[in-house]
Every structure is written in structure tokens, then in C-alpha cells.
């Protein structure tokens, strides 16, 4: 597979989530999603992206994610999600191929209809999250994996 470039929409759009979840940092930069919209998942503080004509999704492109970066992040994201090849355009206008990860089709009735923002994530869901992320994981801070 060999290194990656992934367009991030939600929550791996803040650098502290991303090395949380990877345990490495990564260089990213603005950048937008055309031809997908970004929904709130129903009941939670996660977003999901679909497939949608004439929308657009803002978001950060990180590059240079090798092999064993990227098996974190489908374990991350887990078996509702999809990672799809997409065109991303960043700043300047350029277009680069890139991975996302996309709500599968069977699961897209979790989309709550209401749009997904990173901001009031930061405001209102990250301490949630931090809480979730080492509480779901308090078995390997107990190990001292971490």
C-alpha cells in the first residue's frame, strides 16, 4: 500500500485527535471535499460523510501516513466506515488524490440531517471524546501500552 495521503472532515481534523489515535503527528493543511456533505451522526458528537451533488465539506489533508498509520485509523474508525479514494483541492487550487472515510451505504440511516461542525466539536464534544478515547482504551494506560 505503501504512504497515504487522508483527507480528515471530523475529529482527526484536530492534530491532538489524530496523534492520540495514530501516536505520531502529521503535517496537514486546509482543504475541501467537493461532491460530499457532512452530517452529525444520530446521538452522538461524530460527523459522517456521504456522497452528495453539489455540496462540499471542509476539512485537513495529512500526508505521508505509512501502513501501520493507517491500520490505526481503520480500526478507528471501525465497521460503519468506508475508506474511499476522493480528489481533494487545497489551498491554491490544487487537486490531490487522497483516502477519506465515508459512511457505508448500509449505514447511512444514522445520518442525523443536521450539518456536522468542527468548531463546536472543539466548544462542546472534545472533552467528551478525551474522556471516551481513555476510558475505551483504560485497559492499555493499565498495561502500560500507552
Same mark, same amino acid.
Given at each position: 500500500?505503501?504512504?497515504?495521503?487522508?483527507?480528515?472532515?471530523?475529529?482527526?481534523?484536530?492534530?491532538?485527535?489524530?496523534?492520540?489515535?495514530?501516536?505520531?503527528?502529521?503535517?496537514?493543511?486546509?482543504?475541501?471535499?467537493?461532491?460530499?456533505?457532512?452530517?452529525?451522526?444520530?446521538?452522538?458528537?461524530?460527523?459522517?460523510?456521504?456522497?452528495?451533488?453539489?455540496?462540499?465539506?471542509?476539512?485537513?489533508? =495529512?500526508?505521508? &501516513?505509512?501502513?501501520?498509520?493507517?491500520?490505526?485509523? @481503520?480500526? /478507528?474508525?471501525?465497521?460503519?466506515? $468506508? #475508506?474511499?479514494?476522493?480528489?481533494?483541492?487545497?489551498?491554491?487550487?490544487?487537486?490531490?488524490?487522497?483516502?477519506?472515510?465515508?459512511?457505508?451505504?448500509? =449505514?447511512?440511516? &444514522?445520518?442525523?440531517?443536521?450539518?456536522?461542525?468542527? @468548531?463546536? /466539536?472543539?466548544?462542546?464534544?472534545? $472533552? #467528551?471524546?478525551?474522556?471516551?478515547?481513555?476510558?475505551?482504551?483504560?485497559?492499555?494506560?493499565?498495561?502500560?501500552?500507552?
Amino acid at each position: 500500500m505503501g504512504v497515504q495521503s487522508l483527507f480528515c472532515y471530523g475529529t482527526l481534523q484536530s492534530p491532538m485527535v489524530m496523534k492520540a489515535v495514530v501516536g505520531a503527528a502529521f503535517s496537514g493543511k486546509e482543504a475541501v471535499l467537493h461532491g460530499f456533505a457532512r452530517y452529525r451522526i444520530k446521538k452522538t458528537e461524530y460527523p459522517a460523510i456521504t456522497a452528495e451533488e453539489g455540496s462540499s465539506v471542509n476539512g485537513k489533508m =495529512y500526508w505521508d &501516513l505509512d501502513e501501520d498509520a493507517i491500520a490505526k485509523l @481503520d480500526a /478507528f474508525e471501525g465497521d460503519k466506515y $468506508e #475508506r474511499v479514494p476522493v480528489k481533494v483541492t487545497v489551498a491554491g487550487g490544487e487537486v490531490i488524490d487522497a483516502y477519506a472515510y465515508a459512511i457505508k451505504p448500509e =449505514y447511512r440511516k &444514522l445520518l442525523s440531517g443536521d450539518p456536522w461542525d468542527f @468548531d463546536r /466539536f472543539l466548544q462542546n464534544g472534545l $472533552e #467528551r471524546w478525551i474522556n471516551w478515547f481513555v476510558e475505551d482504551r483504560r485497559d492499555l494506560f493499565d498495561r502500560g501500552d500507552l
